[in-house]
């Protein structure tokens, strides 16, 4: 169970409007907010459900009302004082939220479902968070404070979320005030109070480490070996500590460090499983944020002794995330420990293994420490979710091009009955899967076939759409192909243009083809992405002649919409759609290298010959898609330098809505924001859903976007932008999925 302390993303003010609500659930993601007054009471929930059947029994809807009009006052509650086993009693399918209250009905936490997880300084480690990698720098400084500050420095460029140290007042840890020359004391304690007398730093020079730490983009932590030390890292502010194994027994020791409420890393090494226990209960009766670390503290560790399958042992006995503190040689045992759920990584960091002391013989080079942290990034992006399987978006266009479907063998006549010799599985995959060819035995063919159209889902089920006439607050239209545009014209009422979304082959085509007199719609064109010879079009390349080509292709594209023009009412400027590149193959680049590459963008612009037409640049997802495979996009993908681009160059902007939702997803930022600062800038949208970073092109309403927000905020901003339903593979059966977006944009546009 999860207690979350910080309410203030879940919460409102009784007296703030439903705007105010509804916004704030769209960004918490929770699903509700909570309504307090003043004085912090909780009075009521405004959940999604609660708003619904609020707003079915009204005839309008003002987002100026306060939510104390639609507040539910009926909700489970628990206080703060109730136990664990008592709170988690609250949750069933329905009651997926507890909030907790103390003796006068404040709100003071909310507790949910699932693995509790730590924040040190407004970073998350939780389950579904990337794991907190430490540099655990200990004493390897050698009691230099240049050479502490030169770990530092490497333990950045090496990726570590953290640089971590021990400190140590040996008068107050060692029964003989941490003389190395004591010859009462055992060889092994002889030589590690040797070691640790001349590797110690200063309490003024840690610190001094620990501000450096600081301006150089790191987070420090320590481990306070006894509570002397605990009170210099306090007095300084420390934000969390690292308990070592040897002080998990230490109950003194932990129950000053509980005391400081800071979040708390425990490692476990050289303890049985009941000093764990004991443990886990210490610091969960006194409510501590902790980390258990699954440890062989062994130096170096064999490896037939890392015992990794404790990891899942230790996280059922702490009931927390875990992590795993390695002292075995290499970094290939931290990999298969990430694999295995752990949130944490500990592994001592060196410039030199051959120096004294154990520790650096069992510690990584920054070389070293930067490959474990890229192995790491690559398998954590690797580990995806045990949700329910369903293709990848790679896989669904492969799919559409490698699978099989079921098309007509010949000729068939609506109202024919269907049966095996009616039907072949060929490719593409378009259609009907294969598997599904037994469900249409025996039904009568709802329209004609055409030797090798595909079945669809329609054609076992009663369709979504029959009505094809639309009206709009603004401008829209439907993304054709040469092929097809026909078609699916005349199937749509009150339609304001067609958008045809060029491949690189139809831009060798004689428009002739197509087109014989004028059709009554407005026009807009879509560049092609990919060229001949798997040319990406990108005017940020590096390469000059790359560039060069990426506008010659654009142009053309350009020169095609120009001929275009004379089939279609076109009284203004025709719009060409253009992803503009900006894209890398291996990993995204830095921020700072963004503007070379918007600057080599707007050059190439302006070389362009864009008479009656206005070129829109699209908003791009943080992974696109081509026939090449996935790259990393740069550029178009961040609000605010795309408005600046926007501002800078004078092109106004196509906003894919979809793209822009990924974006926001993989950077954690808010895409109502996103498009509170795009859609000023925005002439034209793709409007279709999206859901996590990459799935792409989803029916409206079957994602993540709020497209009631989503409908006022355009409203607001570009009332006159024109706009598509963009869906992924739309177009098949006749449009279908357009239409059925169609009819449910209704409702909002």
Known sequence: MIIDKDISSYVVQYDDSLGVALKRISENKAGFVLCLDRNGVLEGIISDGDFRRWAMKRETIGMDEAVRSVANTRMVTARNSDSADVISRYFSDRVRFVPLLDARGRLVAVARPGIPGIKINGRSIGPNDPSYLIAEIGINHNGSLENAKSLVDAAVKAGADCAKFQMRQMSALYRNAGAADDPREDLGAQYTLDVLSRSALDNQSMIEVFEYCHEKGIQPLCTPWEEESLRVLEDYGMAAYKVASADLTNHSLLRALIETGK???????MSREQEIIEAVTLLQENGAAYVLLHCNSTYPAPLKDVNLRYLKRLQQLGGSVVGYSGHERGWAVPIAAVAMGAKVIEKHFTLDKTLPGNDHKVSLLPQEFQDMVQAIRSIEEAMGSDDTREPSQGERMNRETLAKSLMARVEIKAGDELHAGLIDVKSPGTGLQPNRLPELFGLKAKRDFQPGDFFFTSDLDEAEITDYAFQFRRPWGLPVRYHDWERLYGLSKGIDFLEFHFSFKDLERDPTEFFSGPVDCGLVTHSPDLFNGDHLLNLADPDPDYRKRSLMELQNAIDVTRRLRDFFKTDADTFIIASLGGFSKNAPLPVQARP????????????LNLDEVELLPQTLP???????????????????????FSKDSGFRLCFDVSHSKLACNHRKISFADFTDIIAPHTAHLH?????GVDGEGLQISEGEIDFAMLARQVDKHCPEASFIPEIWQGHKNDGEGFWIALSRLREWF
């Open 687 to 691: 409007i279709v859903d999206a859901a």
């Open 622 to 644: 943080p992974y696109p898609w081509y026939f090449g495979g996935q790259l990393f996009c740069n550029l178009f993908v961040d609000p605010e330098d795309t408005a600046q």
């Open 263 to 269: 979040p708390l890393i425990l490692s476990t090494g």
């Open 596 to 607: 070379e590459l918007y600057d080599r963008v707007m050059t190439g612009l302006s070389q």
